[in-house]
């Protein structure tokens, strides 16, 4: 029997620039249920907060990939695939395809090999990637079917179990002239049956890489993959109906995952705990607070919702097209129901004896500082920009104006602001083309944090307040994760 060479590739990390299971589901539940895609949400919270030390244990690798996974229950096949391939054209189109393993794809076939896919991610965008590449053969992980629908359960893993399909491949296989290719440090022991084996190295890692003679692995660099922006065209035709609910506009248009994290640890905790402890374990502010975030953002979304309306007038490449060119919003309508539901919450308030005109007073304030922010066009911009993210972080306290002095409202917005505010202004000014130096987000956050955290610390010792210190630690334990990752 004659033997051949192939030329076997990863495909997540390798040919494309995204973990393709995660990434499909979120494709598949933002077009089709913005329910489930609210679970997608909550477990990938859960996922990042079980890699904290105290909790690793207690979670297998594979029980949230297996949560997302079963988001998939009840969709069709036909369906599944049709957004496969929309998928996979997404994929053409913003460029998240690796070009180097493209061309060493190109290589192996000028030299007669077989190309073929292996694969842990799910069987639908891997079999329709490799549709579109050319190549006959893939294994990957295949979805549990019954009755023409996915069951939300997998019939066939391969995470972790590569070496299962080296039986299955094409007989006559000369392995010592076949390639295999993957940026899996998992995948070693698979890979060590081929004769050449690549490791994918992909951005920064890519300067760690050995320089050893005698390694068994070549490597192959990959630049960084390019930012990806979901907040273009994110209130579209299946998500406008939505936006006229108060805070969702600001859930579609801009939290999505990593702001809907930020939002609740870094916003509403620090600022719930900082009215519990100023009020002296008032438990009145553990509601209070909350809801003062919701009247917030129900009013500071009418900004925003400007704000974007106005977007055309930046300048190119600063500002960001949320609205697709298709969707008409009803902004009358959408202002007068937020107003109604800040007027209608506030006058519960009143009738419970509990007065909010200072807190109405300050929502005023900030959607003035909005309007400007969107009439500014040059660098004067930055300032409004500081001044709305202190508004963001420190305004919902003022709900609690009845209950504590002037000065401790102020103290404590301060203390939140130079917490929270620095960072957020670093980074917009990057962004903007305003900062040259690139230092990631987390260590300033987390420098920032540590030096006032030693400075509540010293006021302590020297008279007594811990409010800086309680509050300053809290961000401490949040930074923790990013400060000692390796």
């Not at 994929?91 to 192996?108: G, P, T």
């Not at 909010?356 to 007073?361: D, I, K, Y």
Request: hydrophobic share 45%.
């Amino acid at each position: 029997m004659e033997t051949r060479g192939i030329a076997v590739f990863d495909v997540c990390g390798t040919i494309t620039k995204t973990n393709n299971t995660s990434d499909f589901i979120e494709f598949v539940l933002r077009r089709s249920s913005l329910w489930r895609y609210g679970l997608l949400l909550l477990i990938r919270v859960l996922s990042r907060l079980s890699r904290l030390p105290a909790l690793r244990s207690a979670c297998g690798r594979d029980v949230w990939r297996d949560r997302q996974i079963a988001l998939l229950r009840g969709y069709s096949c036909a369906r599944i695939q049709e957004l496969a391939r929309l998928y996979v054209d997404s994929l053409f189109r913003d460029e998240r395809l690796n070009e180097k393993v493209l061309d060493a794809m190109a290589r192996e076939k000028e030299q007669g090999k077989t190309l073929c896919l292996v694969s842990a991610a799910i069987a639908p965008p891997i079999v329709e990637i490799a549709g579109r590449l050319e190549i006959e053969a893939s294994y990957c992980s295949e979805l549990e079917v019954n009755d023409g629908c996915y069951t939300g359960r997998l019939a066939t893993d391969l995470l972790g179990r590569k070496e299962s399909v080296l039986e299955k491949m094409a007989p006559g296989t000369d392995w010592q002239d076949s390639s295999v290719y993957s940026d899996n440090a998992d995948d070693t022991r698979f890979m060590m049956r081929f004769g050449r084996r690549t490791l994918v190295l992909n951005g920064s890692p890519a300067a760690k890489a050995p320089d050893a003679s005698d390694s068994p692995f070549d490597y192959l660099v990959n630049p960084p993959a390019p930012p990806r922006y979901k907040d273009v065209h994110s209130v579209n035709e299946r998500t406008v109906g939505w936006i006229y609910i108060p805070s969702l506009y600001y859930l579609i248009s801009r939290f999505h995952r990593e702001g809907l994290l930020s939002l609740f640890f870094r916003e509403m905790l620090p600022v719930t705990l900082a009215g519990y402890l100023a009020t002296q374990g008032d438990a009145r502010a553990l509601g209070l607070v909350p809801l003062a975030f919701w009247m917030f953002y129900a009013i500071y979304e009418i900004g925003g919702l400007i704000n974007d309306l106005s977007v055309k007038r930046e300048a190119s490449g600063t500002g960001t097209d949320r609205i697709a060119p298709e969707v008409r919003i009803h902004a009358s309508l959408f202002v007068a129901v937020r107003l109604a539901f800040v007027g209608l919450l506030s006058a519960l308030l009143s009738l419970g004896a509990y007065p909010t005109w200072f807190f109405l007073g300050a929502l005023a304030f900030c959607l003035v500082v909005y309007f400007l922010h969107t009439l500014i066009l040059n660098r004067l911009r930055l300032l409004t920009f500081v001044l709305l993210k202190i508004c963001r972080i420190s305004f919902p306290l003022m709900i609690l104006a009845p209950c504590l002095h002037w000065g401790m409202l102020i103290y404590l917005g301060v203390i939140l602001s130079l917490l929270d505010v620095p960072w957020r202004v670093y980074d917009y000014g990057r962004r903007r083309n305003l900062v040259r130096t690139m230092v990631p987000t987390w260590q300033i956050r987390g420098v920032n944090v540590v030096l006032l955290c030693a400075l509540g610390a010293l006021i302590y010792v020297l008279n007594g307040s811990f409010y800086l210190l309680a509050i300053a630690s809290y961000y401490v334990v949040l930074e923790f994760p990013r400060m000692v990752r390796p």
